[in-house]
C-alpha cells in the first residue's frame, strides 16, 4: 500500500469536487441565498457572559427620539448592573445629540407604560448592554465591560465596543464574538458595518454551518460546518467572506486532521462555493494537492471542477488510476469525463452524462479503450437509460446496453457484479395506465449475451419484437365478484437460424367470489386460458399453427386462530394459520409448442401456491392437486411486531404430471413426477432479542428420503457498524456453500470487515473480502482486497484504497458499494461522497 504523499497540479482551471447531490429540475441556473437557521433566544442567553443572565432589557426604540434611552436593570448604586440601550441603526436627519455618561446609568429612569422588555429587539432595532454605557445619543455609544451589542440574530459580543450610530458601525475589542444563527466568529478585534455586513474581524477563528441537501432521496438533509482561521477576515457583504492566509475544513477548528490551506480564500455562501489561490490539501502535516487556484463545494453539493484522483490495482488492469472532471452544466444536467490509465491495458477514457427534467430523466455511458495492450484490440462500452413521463398516464422508457466483446467487464472491471453479466438488454417501452383498474404496455426487446466462459456457452434470449399486453382488475363487481383479464401479443425472434420463431396470443380472462369473515377466507376462482401460435420455423415434426385452450379452477381458503401466551417473561399474541389450495387444471399436449420464454419455477411456498409450475406462457401444467400448509407467529402485542414464525407445507397429487418443459425432438430437460406427494417445505423465521435473528428453509424429499435443498442464516448485530453473519446453502448436487462475513470495531477507531465463500462442492473459495477502515470523525480512510471466480478456472483480483474527507472529496477508489452488497449489516461509518465513476453503483 502506498500512498501518494503530493500531487502538483499546475493547470489554472483545477478545482475540488464533492460528491454529487441529485440533480434539481430547474431552469435557474443561479443558487437564491439560503435562509440562515434561527438560533433560539433562550439559546442566545446561554451563550452570553454570566454577568449579563440576570440583566432585564428594553423593548428597541421605534424613533429617533427614544433611541438611546437608558434604563437600569438593578437598583441605584449597585456596581454590578448591566445597562440596555435600545438605538436605531440609522437615526433621522436632525435628530439632537445627548451625551450619555456612566453617572447616569445608575439613575433609575422610569419606563413607557406601553413598552414591554423583550429578550431580542424588533426587526431592524438594535439594542446594546453593557455593565457601562457612555457617549453622546444618536453619533456614538460606548459600551464598556461584557459589551453586547444585538440586532436580529446577530449578536457581537467583546470587552470594549463601540457603536457609531450614524454610520452604523461598530468597533470591538478584546475577546470580540460573533454570532449569527449557527455562526461563530472569534478573535481580539473587529470592525463591522452591521447592517451591511462589510468590515473585517482580525486574526478569526471562525465557523459557518449550513445546511446540506441528501445525497440520496429519501433520506434526511444534514448540517456541514465549515471552519479555519486566518490572518484577516474581511466581511463583503451577507454569505460573503474573503480570508487571507487562511484555511478551511469540516474538522474542529482547533486541530484539524485536514484542511486546505490558501494564500486568499474566498467562501460564497450564496453560490456555496470556496475559491482558494495558491491553495493546499493538507492531511495529518503531509501535503496531497497543491494548486494554483481552486474552487471546492462548501455545503457538499455539486460543483465543476476536478475529482480527486481514484486509483486501484487488480491482477487484471495492473495499476488502475483515473483523475476524473465533472462538470456541472446546470442544475439539472452534468457531466463526468474520466481519462483512466491501466498499466496492463493502456489508456480509456470514460464520459458520464445525466439529465434531468420535469417530465423525465436519463443517463448515458461511453467507455472506449484505442487499443488494449494485452489484447491488441479496441474496446469500447455504450449504455444510455431514459425515462419520459408523457402524460400523467403514458409512460415510455429505454435501456440500450452493449460492448465491443465478450471479455470485456471480466477484463475491466473490479466489481463481481459487473464482471458476472451475461445479457446486456437492450429495450424500449410504453406504458398507459387508464384509471385504477386496467393497463397497457408496448415493448421492443433484444440482448448481447456475453460467453467470456469458454466452457460455458449462453443462449441467448428470444426478441420481442414487440410485444403488446392489455391487463385488467375490477376487485367490485355485483354480488362480491372480482375479475381479472391478462392478454398478451407477442413476435419472437432470434439471430440462430436454427432456433423456432413466431408469434404467440395469449387471453386469460378469470372471475372470482373471495368470501372473507372474520377469523377464516375462501375464495373459488374460474379461469379460461386460451393461446393461438402461428410459427414461421417451427420444431421438427411440430404443427405451426397451435390452438391451447385450457380451463382452470382453483378454490383457496385459510383460517387464523389467536390465543395469548408467555413465553421467557415476556408476553405475545400466538397465531395458527392453516390453509388449503385446490388446483384443477386439465391436461393439454404441448410438447410441440417452441420455449420462447418459459422456465420452472424455483420450489418454494410462493410457487406451492400457485396456478402454474412454469413461467412464461409457453407451458400451462396439468394439475389436480391440494396444497395443506400451516403457519404459526409470535407477535408483540405493543408494536405489532413478529418475532418468530414457523411454516410448514406439502403438496399432494391426485395425477402424475404429464405435462413437461421437454421439447418435441430435443433433449430430456424434465423428467415428469409420477409420486403422489411433493417435497415438504418447512421455514423458521425469529428473532431471539434485538441482537439475534435467524432464518431457515427446508425442502425435504419424503419420496426419495433426502434433502432438495437446505439453507440456513444466522445473524448477530448488537448494534450500529457490528454485524457477524454465518450462512450455510445446499442444493443437491448443485452446491454447498459456506458464508462468513462480517463489519466489527477493533478499537481506535479501527473496523475491520470481511467475507469468505468456501465451496464445500468443489472444494474452492469462490469470493474473498477483506477490509479496513479508520474513522477520523471528520475523515475516513478504508482499504480493501476482493478475490472472486469468474469462472471455473479464473479469478480476479481487486485491491480498493480510499481516503474520504467528509463534505470534500474521495481520493482513491470506493469499495463501500461493493461491502454493501456483499455484507449483510454493513453500517457506513460516515456519510460518503459518492464517486460518479468508481464509487457506487
Known amino acids: ?70 434604563r437600569p436593570v438593578r437598583p441605584a448604586g449597585d ?104 455562526n461563530k466568529v472569534t478573535g481580539p478585534s473587529a470592525q463591522l458595518v452591521v447592517g451591511e455586513q462589510v468590515g473585517e474581524f482580525q486574526s478569526p477563528v471562525y465557523r459557518i454551518t449550513r445546511e446540506r441537501p441528501a445525497l440520496v432521496e429519501g433520506e434526511p438533509p444534514r448540517v456541514v460546518s465549515g471552519s479555519g482561521q486566518a490572518d484577516v477576515m474581511y466581511f463583503e457583504g451577507e454569505n460573503h467572506y474573503r480570508l487571507e492566509n487562511a484555511t478551511w475544513s469540516t474538522c474542529t477548528p482547533d486541530d484539524p486532521d485536514w484542511y486546505i490551506k490558501a494564500r486568499d480564500l474566498q467562501l460564497d455562501y450564496d453560490r456555496e462555493i470556496g475559491t482558494a489561490r495558491s491553495g493546499t490539501v493538507v492531511f495529518k502535516d503531509v501535503p496531497l494537492l497543491w494548486t494554483p487556484w481552486a474552487e471546492f463545494p462548501l455545503v457538499g453539493q455539486r460543483q465543476s471542477g476536478l475529482l480527486a484522483p481514484t486509483f486501484g490495482t487488480s491482477n487484471k488492469t495492473g495499476l488502475d488510476l483515473s483523475v476524473p472532471y465533472y462538470w456541472n452544466i446546470a442544475p439539472n444536467y452534468d457531466a463526468t469525463i474520466a481519462p483512466r490509465y491501466m498499466s496492463r491495458r493502456g489508456l480509456q477514457l470514460a464520459i458520464e452524462g445525466r439529465y434531468l427534467g420535469e417530465t423525465y430523466k436519463g443517463e448515458a455511458r461511453v467507455e472506449w479503450l484505442p487499443r488494449d495492450n494485452v489484447s491488441g484490440e479496441e474496446r ?3 449504455s444510455w437509460q431514459h425515462q419520459q413521463w408523457i402524460t400523467p398516464q403514458l409512460y415510455a422508457s429505454f435501456d440500450v446496453n452493449g460492448v465491443s466483446d465478450d471479455e470485456y467487464f471480466e477484463d475491466l472491471s473490479t466489481r463481481i457484479s459487473v464482471a458476472s453479466k451475461v445479457n446486456l438488454v437492450r429495450e424500449g417501452r410504453l406504458m398507459y395506465v387508464g384509471g385504477d383498474w386496467w393497463s397497457a404496455s408496448a415493448l421492443v426487446q433484444s440482448y448481447q449475451t456475453l460467453n467470456a466462459d469458454p466452457d460455458v456457452t449462453y443462449t441467448t434470449p428470444y426478441r420481442r419484437l414487440p410485444q403488446l399486453m392489455l391487463n385488467a382488475n375490477r376487485p367490485d363487481l355485483i354480488g362480491g365478484l372480482a375479475a381479472t383479464f391478462q392478454s398478451e401479443y407477442v413476435k419472437f425472434a432470434h439471430p440462430d437460424e436454427g432456433m423456432p420463431e413466431g408469434t404467440r396470443v395469449i387471453a386469460y380472462p378469470s372471475l372470482s367470489l373471495p368470501i372473507q369473515r372474520a377469523g377464516y377466507y375462501i375464495t373459488p376462482k374460474v379461469g379460461v386460458h386460451q393461446t393461438q401460435y402461428d410459427l414461421d420455423r417451427g420444431l421438427p415434426g411440430g404443427r405451426d399453427s397451435i390452438t391451447r385452450t385450457v380451463p382452470i379452477y382453483s378454490v383457496d381458503a385459510g383460517m387464523t386462530f389467536e390465543r395469548d401466551v408467555n413465553l421467557f417473561g415476556s408476553d405475545y399474541v400466538q397465531t395458527l394459520e392453516p390453509r388449503l389450495y385446490y388446483l384443477n387444471v386439465p391436461y393439454r399436449r404441448q410438447d410441440d409448442i417452441p420455449i420462447f420464454d418459459t422456465s420452472r419455477f424455483d420450489f418454494g411456498f410462493a410457487q406451492i401456491f400457485s396456478e402454474n409450475l412454469y413461467t412464461g406462457g409457453d407451458r400451462i401444467a396439468d394439475a389436480n392437486q391440494i396444497t395443506a400448509a400451516v403457519t404459526t407467529r409470535l407477535i408483540d402485542p405493543t408494536t405489532g411486531g413478529e418475532r418468530l414464525r414457523a411454516l410448514i407445507g406439502q403438496r399432494y397429487y391426485f395425477e402424475d404430471q404429464r ?5 418435441l425432438g430435443g433433449s430430456v430437460v424434465e423428467e415428469p413426477r409420477t409420486g403422489r406427494r411433493a417435497d415438504i417445505l418447512a421455514g423458521f423465521s425469529g428473532h431471539f432479542n434485538r441482537e439475534n435473528s435467524l432464518d431457515s428453509l427446508i425442502q425435504y424429499n419424503p419420496r426419495d428420503n433426502w434433502t432438495e435443498r437446505f439453507n440456513v442464516v444466522y445473524r448477530y448485530q448488537p448494534d450500529f457498524a457490528k454485524a457477524l453473519n454465518l450462512s450455510y446453502r445446499y442444493a443437491r448436487d448443485i452446491l454447498r456453500d459456506v458464508d462468513v462475513s462480517g463489519q466489527w470495531p477493533l478499537g481506535g477507531g479501527w473496523y475491520g470487515v470481511s467475507r469468505l465463500t468456501h465451496s464445500l462442492k468443489d472444494d474452492r473459495l469462490t469470493e474473498a473480502i477483506a477490509g479496513l477502515e479508520y474513522d477520523g470523525g471528520c475523515w475516513v480512510f478504508r482499504v480493501a482486497a476482493h478475490r472472486f471466480a469468474t469462472n471455473s478456472e479464473d479469478t480476479t483480483q481487486a485491491f480498493f484504497i480510499q481516503l474520504e474527507l467528509n463534505d470534500l472529496a474521495s481520493i482513491g477508489t470506493s469499495p463501500v458499494s461493493l461491502i454493501k452488497r456483499s455484507v449483510p449489516g454493513y453500517g457506513t461509518i460516515n456519510d460518503p461522497v459518492a464517486n460518479r465513476v468508481f464509487g457506487f453503483d
Open 79 to 182: 456596581e454590578g448592573t448591566a445597562v440596555v440601550v435600545p438605538v436605531q441603526p440609522k437615526p433621522s436627519a436632525g435628530a439632537s445629540g445627548q451625551v450619555v455618561r456612566p453617572e447616569q446609568t445608575r439613575a433609575p429612569v422610569a419606563a413607557p407604560a406601553a413598552q414591554p422588555s423583550a429578550a431580542t429587539p424588533a426587526p431592524g432595532g438594535t439594542e446594546i448592554r453593557a455593565l457601562r454605557i457612555s457617549g453622546t445619543r444618536a453619533v456614538e455609544l460606548v459600551a464598556d465591560g461584557d459589551a453586547e451589542l444585538q440586532r436580529g440574530e446577530m449578536v457581537l459580543s467583546a470587552d470594549k465596543l463601540t457603536y457609531r450610530e450614524p454610520t452604523d458601525e461598530a468597533l470591538a475589542d478584546g475577546n470580540v464574538r460573533l454570532r449569527e444563527g449557527q
Open 659 to 663: 405435462v413437461t418443459i421437454n421439447q
Open 380 to 382: 469500447s462500452l455504450g
Open 1 to 70: 500500500m502506498r500512498l501518494i504523499p503530493l500531487l502538483l497540479c499546475w493547470m489554472s482551471g483545477t478545482a475540488f469536487a464533492a460528491g454529487m447531490s441529485p440533480l434539481v429540475v430547474s431552469p435557474d441556473l443561479v443558487r437564491g441565498s439560503r435562509d440562515k437557521a434561527a438560533t433560539p433566544a433562550a439559546a442566545q442567553a446561554a451563550d452570553k457572559p454570566a454577568q449579563q443572565q440576570g440583566s432585564a432589557t428594553a423593548a428597541p426604540a421605534s424613533s429617533a427620539a427614544s433611541a438611546a434611552e437608558v
